[in-house]
């Protein structure tokens, strides 16, 4: 009886199941159960999937009616005597730096933990701040917006800091574009600062006017001449942006009070640059009764400011004009990332009287510049003085490129800039002063050189971006394009590339790994490579240049270490010796045959960009000391054109460049500046 029951009721869910399959075929269900279903009994029921959008806002809410009462706080924000109360997990999601302060004190006991804010924080700021964290609203006046925008860019809330500095910017006036362009943080945006910078250049004229500008602490300059030609032909511009230059210099190693407690006169020395004429070389044609006063009351009241870093007094140059072939205006985050300030704006008030804008470590200075003639009774006076003008720069920054001598002009190729490797190929002309295009490289490169032989341009190696490179190409300027030659025995990058005769050499270099010792030469005759004796160091990053028919490998990195070795290949003799090293470990340097001498320039030395120089003297069999650069620059090209010695490009360390220098055969500066032609 009971199995007839047990069969019954089997029979019943049978018939069930059958059914309830048959009604979810028709109704568009599958008809399948899967084993679980059928072991279990249970339905197949689909997922349940639901957005409630009104869910974020009352979350905010609730945690904001929280802490308005007080519930669950557990951190207080003090502020100018004031505590306001919150919770930690809220602000750390909109604060990275309260996050990073919030992390350090996990280990607190403390039910409420209290943070005190000094220094830029307004207490109403703060608040505002905190309301946005529980409301995602922001709603301020005219008044409140610089202040929250000081306080966000303290807590690091970058949303707001860049909403508050775009409304900031679109509402620039007169009263108020000096002192938004001075708030603390405005700089960290560039396309920002170049807002600001240009409303003020443009609208200078009316600004000297306000109560803002005419309150800034102003540091007074008098220029001395030679001539009242050079005084008259002046460009205003040049003159202020050269003094804004010595007063950075000057800040550098002095208090800022006092360099605005004194009136400081400065000459136009040798190098091209303004230098405080307490130092000028007694004896020197610019030493006249009017500089020797100078120097009585220097030495009375303190020492020279802003030629402490000289090694020594610079000459007066003959009388010249400086001639800027950009507006000041321009260039605006290399020149505020190199001198850590920069001018903005110049107007000539009256004759002979420049007024001046610039930003000193972000602090807001009006520079007052007068020029003044500089003869003594009787002196005869030169009237025809010389145009200088800025050596132009080239179209993009780069380091790591390819430089030589082409026909006279300076080639550079390639080159990796911030985000990538160049194709790109740029001949400046000294005598124009101007660089044109050239076809670009069959591939991108960077991290790599060239070398001239019978006037074809070799590339070699590098890296794309990706991977080292084997591969070579060579530009004929008789066809003006890159064509493929054989390439390297292995791929690499940054290797030691020059020529020694008719022959091309590739030595060491960086495979991806480390620093390695294989070495080859090219014969453009055969077109083929061929090894020769391996460096006794592997490394990459070396100068290296041909002089009295070897080879030179100069510094450089072993993969661990910057070197101060040098090494020597003999290919008489198939091998390599080493030389007297270097004074300082220098990896990325530029090495060049100048005046007899091999020149070791700029580089790093594994924790700085160098803008030091150093010579080999081959009588001496030792390395000296040369000029400094006026810029630090490591992976820096350089290039021989005529009697001067070019460094091109490379990293300062803060910033990749696209400036150009130069040091010339019987002087001992680096020069930015070259003779502009009259009938230009």
Not at 256 to 263: I, R
Request: net charge negative.
């Amino acid at each position: 009886m009971e199995i007839e029951k047990v069969v019954m009721k089997s029979s019943i869910l049978g018939l069930l199941r059958t059914f309830m399959v048959e009604q979810g075929s028709r109704l568009g269900y599958s008809s399948s159960l899967d084993d679980d279903d059928e072991e279990t009994g249970c339905n197949s029921i689909p997922n349940l999937s639901f957005q409630d959008d009104k869910h974020p806002g009352s979350i905010l809410h609730s945690i904001n009616m929280m802490r308005k009462n007080r519930t669950f706080c557990d951190v207080v924000l003090q502020v100018e005597s004031c505590d306001i109360p919150a919770h930690r997990v809220v602000l750390a999601s909109v604060s990275s730096h309260l996050m990073e302060l919030f992390q350090a004190d996990t280990d607190s006991k403390e039910s409420i933990i209290s943070y005190k804010l000094n220094g830029v924080f307004e207490k109403h700021a703060v608040e505002k701040l905190v309301d946005y964290a529980y409301t995602s609203r922001l709603e301020l006046g005219p008044d409140e917006v610089k202040s929250v925008f000081v306080a966000a860019n303290q807590l690091k809330i970058e949303r707001v800091v860049k909403v508050c500095g775009t409304h900031l910017v679109n509402n620039l006036n007169i009263e108020n574009a000096i002192d938004i362009r001075a708030l603390h943080g405005i700089s960290k945006d560039k396309s920002l600062v170049a807002k600001v910078d240009s409303y003020l250049s443009e609208n200078f004229n009316e600004i000297v006017k306000t109560t803002g500008f005419l309150s800034l602490p102003c540091v007074q300059i008098e220029v001395l001449s030679q001539s009242e030609a050079e005084m008259k032909m002046v460009s205003g511009n040049s003159v202020c942006q050269l003094a804004f230059d010595w007063l950075t210099r000057a800040h550098e190693e002095n208090c800022f009070q006092d360099l605005v407690e004194k009136t400081h006169m400065l000459y136009l020395a040798l190098d091209n640059s303004l230098q405080d004429c307490s130092e000028l070389p007694n004896g020197d044609i610019g030493d006249t009764e009017l500089v020797q006063d100078y120097k009585r009351l220097s030495r009375a009241t303190a020492v020279a400011i802003g030629n402490k870093k000289k090694k020594k007094a610079l000459a007066a140059a003959k009388p010249r004009i400086i001639m800027y072939s950009r507006n000041i205006s321009c260039n605006s985050e290399e020149l505020e990332t190199e001198n850590n300030g920069r001018i903005i704006a110049a107007t000539e008030l009256k004759d002979l009287m420049l007024l001046g804008l610039g930003f000193l470590s972000n602090r807001p200075v009006c520079l007052s510049v007068m020029l003044r003639l500089n003869t003594n009774s009787g002196q005869n006076e030169i009237t025809e003085p010389e145009l200088y003008r800025e050596l132009a720069s080239m179209a993009s920054v780069k380091c790591g490129a390819g430089c030589a001598n082409l026909n006279g002009s300076l080639l550079v190729c390639g080159g990796y800039d911030r985000g990538e490797c160049l194709r790109s190929v740029e001949l400046y002309s000294p005598a124009n002063n101007e660089w044109r295009a050239l076809a670009p490289m069959l591939e991108a490169r960077g991290r790599f050189n060239i070398a001239v032989i019978n006037n074809k341009v070799y590339a070699v190696g590098g890296c794309n971006g990706t991977t080292e490179l084997s591969t070579v190409e060579v530009f004929s300027s008789e066809k003006g394009c890159w064509e493929r030659v054989a390439s390297l025995p292995m791929p690499r990058s940054n290797m030691g590339v020059c020529n020694v005769g008719d022959y091309l050499y590739c030595i060491g270099g960086f495979n991806g790994q480390v620093g390695i010792k294989q070495c080859d030469f090219f014969d453009p005759k055969t077109g083929k490579w061929d090894s020769i004796a391996p460096l006794k160091m592997g490394r990459y990053q070396s100068g290296c240049c041909g002089y009295d028919g070897k080879v030179w490998a100069v510094g450089g990195c072993d993969g661990w270490n910057n070197l101060t070795s040098v090494e020597v290949y003999d290919p008489k003799k198939n091998s390599w010796s080493y030389a007297q090293p270097m004074s300082t470990p220098r990896r990325g340097c530029g090495l060049a045959l100048f005046n007899g001498k091999l020149y070791a320039v700029g580089g790093s030395d594994g924790t700085h960009s160098l803008s030091t120089t150093e010579i080999y003297d081959p009588v001496k069999k030792t390395w000296l000391p040369g000029p400094d650069m006026s810029v630090a620059r490591s992976n820096v090209g350089v290039a021989v054109i005529g009697q001067r010695l070019y460094a091109v490009g490379g990293f300062s360390g803060k910033t990749f460049l696209n400036s150009i220098e130069f040091l010339e055969e019987g002087m001992e500066e680096w020069n930015t500046f070259c003779i502009k032609d009259k009938e230009e």
